[in-house]
């Protein structure tokens, strides 16, 4: 059974950082899309944040350009999402997400989903 587990969600000051990491369990993930997604409160529906491919190939959202870093590890299960210089209005509920094959250009798409990690920035 696919499973995600998401940690290293938290409190920052604006302009701090945080690390949130996704364990992948039950499924190779080699071959699987990873994804990080964010929902603010209100939103409409997840927003995605950055995405590696299986060939490693990284997409980032134009609004995260230069604040995130995200990052899969083959020695082990998990997928890092690195966020520097967070403003207040990153906050949010952070999700990790993963689907086989190519990266879904739609989130409902993505077939397998963490339950996620709040955000919180302080200003």
């Known amino acids: 059974q696919v499973q995600l587990v998401e940690t290293g969600g938290g409190s920052v000051q604006s302009g701090g950082s945080l690390r949130l990491s996704c364990e992948a369990i039950?499924?190779?993930?080699?071959?699987?899309?990873i994804g990080w997604f964010r929902h603010i409160p209100g939103g409409k529906e997840r927003e995605r944040v950055a995405?590696?491919?299986?060939?490693?190939?990284?997409v980032y959202a134009d609004s995260v350009k230069g604040r995130v870093t995200i990052s899969r590890f083959y020695n082990n299960h998990n997928r890092d999402l690195q966020m520097n210089d967070l403003k207040t209005e990153y906050a949010a509920m952070f999700y990790c997400?993963?689907?086989?094959?190519?990266?879904?250009?739609?989130?409902?798409?993505?077939?397998?989903w963490g339950k996620g990690t709040q955000v919180t920035i302080c200003s």
């Open positions: 039950g499924y190779p993930y080699k071959s699987y899309c």
């Open positions: 995405t590696i491919a299986t060939d490693g190939e990284i």
């Open positions: 997400a993963s689907q086989q094959g190519n990266c879904p250009h739609k989130v409902a798409s993505w077939g397998y």
